[in-house]
């Protein structure tokens, strides 16, 4: 009965071992899947809403894939994109275009090294932001529109608010 005894109390170790082990692991696994579930959210649109006030945006955020700054103009929602062209300046505009302008579709997203209508399918290359207007393609907000402090694109309150008309009030509902 002492050996039966011992052989009991092993395996109820060895159970017990590897229930712990499976908790650890089913606790470390439910931790990775809520970082990466944050890290998700977080990196694809990690710029707040801005309400009002001057958009200010670091340069230092800005590189080859677009970045989409939301922004609150007095209850109209809007987006204003910058991307860093191939040959190093930031060029900015606003994320609609003039033509599909009214369907709630009117607005880029980036694939490669384009950007692409979501009403129409146009393609448009990054390049080409802030150098054309008229068509479907991102409305530029030119150098004479914003300031470049060295360090940060400042876009005006006052300017985003004269343009806000650009966006329906169904812009990117869908």
């Not at 439910?30 to 694809?44: E, M, R, S, T």
Request: hydrophobic letters at 35%; aromatic letters at 6%.
């Amino acid at each position: 009965m002492n050996s039966k005894n011992q052989t009991s109390k092993g395996e109820v170790q060895k159970f017990n071992a590897k229930k712990i082990s499976i908790i650890a692991v089913g606790v470390v696994v439910v931790i990775l899947i809520g970082v990466f579930a944050v890290k998700g959210v977080i990196g694809k649109n990690d710029t707040k809403v801005s309400k009002g006030g001057d958009l200010v945006i670091p340069k230092s955020e800005v590189n080859e894939t677009a970045k989409f700054y939301p922004y609150n103009a007095n209850g109209t929602k809007l987006e204003i994109l910058a991307v860093k062209a191939s040959d190093g300046t930031i060029r900015t505009a606003f994320n609609t275009c003039q033509i599909c302008n009214g369907s709630p579709r009117a607005y880029y997203k980036q694939e490669g090294k384009e950007l692409v209508c979501q009403n129409c399918g146009n393609r448009f290359s990054m390049d080409m932001v802030e150098k054309e207007r008229g068509g479907c393609n991102p409305i530029p907000i030119m150098q004479e529109d914003k300031i470049d402090d060295g360090t940060n694109i400042i876009i005006s309150e006052e300017f985003i608010l004269k343009n806000k008309n650009l966006f329906t009030a169904n812009w990117k509902t869908k």
